[in-house]
């Protein structure tokens, strides 16, 4: 730290100086418990709620209807509903990989972060989450194919299908990513419970704080399951995109029978996900003013991840190709060519565009250190990536094997609400987190400051 | 505190604010060094040294996990042996009923779910919460043990305690403030 020669080439801080553990806590806990509101929040609340209210409409009538008003018929039996499932679990992939990975990594840069983004897996999962629940247009008869109980039919799923490990996987994901956000929650529950002044709000935190008291003997146990879980939960984000990338490879449609699906999967759903934690924080911190804590920094190393995984992603594309020209398989080789040049082409082509394209902008620091930039990329990698699970969905089961039973797909009205109501029901859910919790992990942030140091363990 | 002195018996303990994580290990280290046995540090983020300092040291979550995710294991796969083999055996193209490498999934999640649960639970229950009322609420600093101080306890019930000499010694280990705990 005294070195001379060390503080050249010194990083930029991962908190502005200044700050104390006490303006951290502050600062992080003003924004649930000031009450001032910005009015964009009421605005951005205002429009998830009415697109949530139209998502309730859209269900209501395939509940009424069934999955008749969808565009869903032979030959493509699949449509929004699994593109958009996929789209929005892969979306929740990042939080996972930042909260967990990057923890058993040590890098300091996830502290800021990390609580947002495990907000987002959790809500992006309860979207993904919507459409195999609804997806049969009877969700009351799904229960006894979908969970193992004993039914007065004496029938039980089939665990030989990749559609019951997603069951598995995604309900064990949505409760271990609740888990970890949670026991993080809870010494920043204490701290609201401490701060706050309401009656109402002081019983609401401190119930939810569980009576925690920052004791040293609660903290090695706290320490403890932190690291396990964390443990856990990087085996357990790896296999969800791989189990959700089985229910394709395990078939044999060409387009969805290849080896490269799981590693391509999860690359792509960090991928996804990344973008869409700088498209939630660049605003956000723009609102609220934590650019102090989402530094310049931590927005440069996400575009430096989605980089990456965009290269990895574009490894996939390239594969697929290769795969489809090199097995001299007529119907792999006509997939890949109809992907290419066929009815959907212009969706494949932006979809390039889109996913390999414009994440090379990321290569210059110029882009990746300016916020527009960054939120510009981000978009257009969102899209990309929903175009991506349109692609492989729709081209590969639109024309199979035999010509006489080719066709086209056409997504309804219905299929729209539907799509576009998860993105209010994600905005909504996300803006009342940021209202009612500390959006930022304040105990982890109070490490930061610099008289959180201990002498014994300074020049580590 | 005017309370405490006037009902001498019965205080929970005696407890000792710092200003700093330094201050805080270096009381808890002298007071460990002292004898005292039944304290506790608070402090507002995980200080390594300070659950060192008051020799806290409990693995079992390891344990508790590890049991978690074979109770997870061994049913996940029980169940589907069971449902496939016994329950409800279906001929699918021919392949063995007992088609194990297709099972792996489900078990492999349920093993997670199980420890992760059994994790939580555990660092929950060990930790004797929920807890919703604890004497140490009652010292009207302690408040800023979420925020930004850091507190050592030493309770009435350490047979090494005495109120005035564990007072004086506290006194001598740099605290900021000494307040009495009520029970």
Not at chain 2, 49 to 76: C, H
Request: glycine share 8%; net charge neutral; proline share 6%.
């Amino acid at each position: 730290m005294l070195n001379p020669k060390a503080a050249t080439y010194a990083r930029p801080p991962l908190i502005e100086p200044g700050h104390t553990m006490g303006s951290i806590t502050d600062k992080i806990s003003g924004v649930v418990l000031s009450g001032r509101t910005p009015l964009t929040w009421f605005l951005v609340v205002s429009i998830g709620f009415m697109l949530m209210g139209m998502l309730g409409m859209a269900v209501m009538w395939l509940l009424i209807k069934g999955t008749g008003i969808w565009g869903i018929n032979q030959p493509i039996g699949w449509g929004f509903a699994i593109i958009n499932f996929v789209w929005w679990i892969g979306i929740g992939h990042a939080g996972t990989l930042i909260s967990a990975i990057l923890l058993l990594l040590k890098q300091g840069w996830r502290t800021s972060i990390n609580r947002f983004a495990e907000g987002m897996t959790i809500f992006a999962v309860m979207c993904a989450g919507l459409f195999p629940l609804i997806h049969t247009g009877r969700p009351w008869l799904a229960a006894y194919w979908l969970f193992p109980y004993p039914n007065s039919m004496g029938v039980w799923p089939q665990f030989r299908s990749p559609l019951i490990w997603d069951v598995f996987a995604v309900s064990t994901y949505f409760t271990v990513s609740l888990l970890f956000w949670y026991v993080g929650l809870i010494p920043d529950l204490a701290t609201l419970r401490d701060k706050a002044k309401h009656p109402a709000a002081k019983l609401a935190y401190g119930a939810l704080a569980l009576g925690w008291r920052g004791s040293a003997r609660h903290w090695q146990r706290y320490e403890h399951v932190y690291l396990l879980l964390a443990g856990l939960s990087t085996p357990l984000v790896l296999s969800v995109h791989t189990v959700v990338s089985f229910d394709f490879a395990i078939s044999i449609i060409p387009g969805w029978h290849a080896t490269i699906f799981p590693p391509y999967f999860v690359a792509g759903a960090i991928y996804a996900g990344f973008a869409m934690v700088l498209t939630l924080a660049i605003p956000i911190r723009k609102m609220y003013g934590l650019e102090d804590f989402i530094t310049m920094r931590h927005l440069e190393n996400m575009g430096k991840v989605t980089l990456v995984t965009g290269m990895i992603v574009g490894y996939g594309y390239i594969s697929e190709a290769f795969f489809g020209w090199y097995s001299a398989n007529q119907y792999e080789g006509f997939m890949i060519w109809n992907r290419m040049t066929g009815p959907y082409a212009p969706y494949y082509w932006t979809l390039i565009f889109c996913n390999i394209i414009t994440p090379q902008s990321l290569w210059f620091k110029r882009v990746r250190t300016s916020t527009l930039g960054l939120f510009a990329v981000a978009m257009v990698v969102n899209v990309g990536m929903w175009l991506e699970r349109f692609v492989i969905v729709i081209t590969s089961l639109h024309r199979d094997f035999l010509p006489s039973s080719w066709g086209m797909y056409y997504p309804t009205i219905w299929d729209w609400m539907t799509f576009i109501g998860t993105i209010g029901m994600f905005v909504t859910l996300f803006f009342l987190f940021i209202r009612f919790l500390p959006m930022i992990s304040i105990f982890e942030m109070r490490t930061m400051a610099p008289e959180a140091k201990l002498r014994e363990t300074e020049g580590h | 505190m005017a309370r405490a002195t006037v009902q001498p018996a019965g205080i929970y303990g005696l407890m000792a604010e710092f200003d700093n994580p330094n201050e805080l290990v270096s009381a808890a280290k002298s007071t460990y060094a002292a004898g005292y046995r039944k304290i506790d540090t608070f402090s507002p983020y995980p200080i390594e040294e300070a659950w060192e300092a008051i020799g806290q040291k409990d693995r079992r979550l390891s344990l508790i996990v590890l049991a978690g995710g074979l109770v997870g294991l061994l049913s996940g796969l029980a169940l589907q042996e069971w449902v496939h083999n016994l329950a409800y055996p279906l001929n699918i193209g021919g392949k063995p009923l007992n088609s194990w490498p297709m099972f792996i999934p489900v078990t492999f999640e349920l093993t997670i779910l199980f420890a992760a649960l059994a994790g939580v639970i555990g660092m929950i229950l060990l930790n004797g919460l929920p807890m919703p009322y604890h004497p140490v609420f009652n010292v009207a600093r302690f408040e800023h043990a979420s925020r930004d101080k850091f507190f050592l306890l030493v309770e009435a019930a350490d047979p090494k305690f005495d109120r005035q000499q564990t007072r004086d010694f506290l006194n001598g280990l740099n605290a900021s403030e000494i307040n009495e705990v009520e029970p």
